[in-house]
C-alpha cells in the first residue's frame, strides 16, 4: 500500500508569523529517520487506498500522550492546531487522519512487535545526549489499572493496607542521575517484582536500587550477572541488641530510599499528566505498547529539559 504524500503545501504556513512551540525543538531534538526504517513495513500492500504516513501517525501518537488525548481529540486537534500539524509533518490546508486511522495504526504495532524497537531506538538517542556517566540505575514497578476487568490477560493483585487492582504492571528501570528510562518491561499485575526485574535491568547497571520487594538471589544474581552492584532495601540485619538492629538498618536503608524515591515521580509524571493510570486497550500486547509509548513520550520531554538546564 503505497503511503500518502503530506507536507507539500508548505506555503500554507506563509503568509503569517509561525507561532514559537516546544513541539518545534522536541521535532529537532532526535534524528527520525531510523525510526521511520521501522516504522516503513507496516503497510505492505500494494493495493487500497494510499495510506497515512507511519512516520507521521507515529508522532502523532506521541502528541495523544503528551497531551492526554483520545483518538477523537486527537483527530480534533490536528484538524484544527498549527503546531501539531508541523510537529506531524503536515502542511496548514491538507487533510489529516480521522479517528479510525489511529485505531488500525495500532493494531499494526501490536501486530508488528515494534513498540519494544520504537523505545530502544528512541531512547538510545537520548542517552547519547543526556546521559555522560553512568553511574547507577532505580528499578521499580508500578500498577496500571486494566480497561476493563473484562480483560482475560490482566490480573488481581492486592497490596496490604490497598484496595484490589486488576491490572497490569510497568517494571523499569531509569538511570539514577538523569531519570531517563533505559528498561521497560510489562506484565500482568500479579507477577512478583523481583521475579519481573532483571526485564527492567539495562546493561552495566552499575549501582542498583531497589526496594524490599527485589530482594532475594534472583534478581541480585541478574544485578551481577550485568556487571552492576546490588543496593536494595534490607527488613531484617542480625544485632547485639534492637537498638543496635535498627541502627543499622537505618544506615543500610536510608541512602537507598534517598536515591530510589527519585523514580516515583517517573510514576507520578505517567499518571498524572501522560494519562497512564489506566489502560486504555484490552490485552497484554496493546498494554505493552501503551506503556511503551508513554515512555518514549516522557523520555523526549525528560532530554529536553536536561538539555535546557545544562545549556
Not at 532505580?138 to 500498577?143: G, S
Not at 547485639?240 to 536510608?254: F, G, P, S
Amino acid at each position: 500500500m503505497a503511503h500518502r504524500s503530506i507536507g507539500q503545501e508548505r506555503f500554507g504556513f506563509a503568509g503569517r508569523m509561525k507561532s514559537a512551540s516546544s513541539l518545534d525543538a522536541l521535532a529537532a531534538l532526535i534524528d527520525w529517520s531510523p525510526v521511520a526504517a521501522l516504522l516503513d513495513p507496516l503497510y505492505p500492500a500494494a493495493k487500497g487506498e494510499p495510506a497515512w504516513p507511519p512516520m507521521a501517525m507515529f508522532k502523532a501518537l506521541i502528541l495523544s500522550i503528551w497531551y492526554d488525548l483520545s483518538d477523537v481529540k486527537l483527530a480534533e486537534a490536528l484538524d484544527d492546531r498549527a503546531s501539531f500539524r508541523r510537529f506531524c509533518g503536515f502542511s496548514a490546508n491538507e487533510g489529516t487522519p480521522e479517528r479510525t486511522a489511529f485505531v488500525r495504526y495500532r493494531r499494526l504495532l501490536v501486530a508488528h512487535k515494534l513498540d519494544r524497537s520504537l523505545f530502544e531506538t528512541v531512547t538510545a538517542q537520548l542517552k547519547s545526549k543526556a546521559v555522560t556517566v553512568k553511574i547507577g540505575t532505580l528499578v521499580d514497578a508500578t500498577i496500571i489499572s486494566s480497561a476493563s476487568e473484562d480483560d482475560d490477560e490482566a490480573r488481581w493483585v492486592k497490596h496490604k493496607g490497598k484496595r484490589a487492582v486488576h491490572g497490569f504492571k510497568a517494571h523499569v528501570g531509569a538511570d539514577a542521575d538523569t531519570a531517563l528510562v533505559e528498561e521497560v518491561s510489562v506484565t500482568s499485575a500479579n507477577i512478583n517484582d523481583g521475579r519481573a526485574g532483571p526485564e527492567a535491568l539495562p546493561d552495566n547497571p552499575g549501582e542498583v536500587f531497589a526496594d524490599s520487594a527485589y530482594r532475594g538471589n534472583h534478581f541480585r544474581d541478574a544485578v551481577r550477572a550485568k556487571g552492576g552492584i546490588p543496593r536494595i532495601v534490607a527488613t531484617g540485619m542480625w544485632g547485639r541488641d534492637e537498638a543496635e538492629t535498627l541502627r543499622k538498618l537505618h544506615e543500610w536503608n536510608q541512602p537507598i530510599h534517598r536515591v530510589r524515591g527519585r523514580i516515583e515521580k517517573i510514576f507520578g509524571t505517567w499518571k498524572r499528566c501522560y494519562g497512564l493510570s489506566r489502560m486504555r486497550w484490552r490485552g497484554l500486547a496493546k498494554a505493552a505498547v501503551q506503556v511503551h509509548l508513554t515512555a518514549i513520550a516522557y523520555n523526549l520531554k525528560r532530554t529536553m529539559n536536561i538539555l535546557a538546564a545544562q545549556a
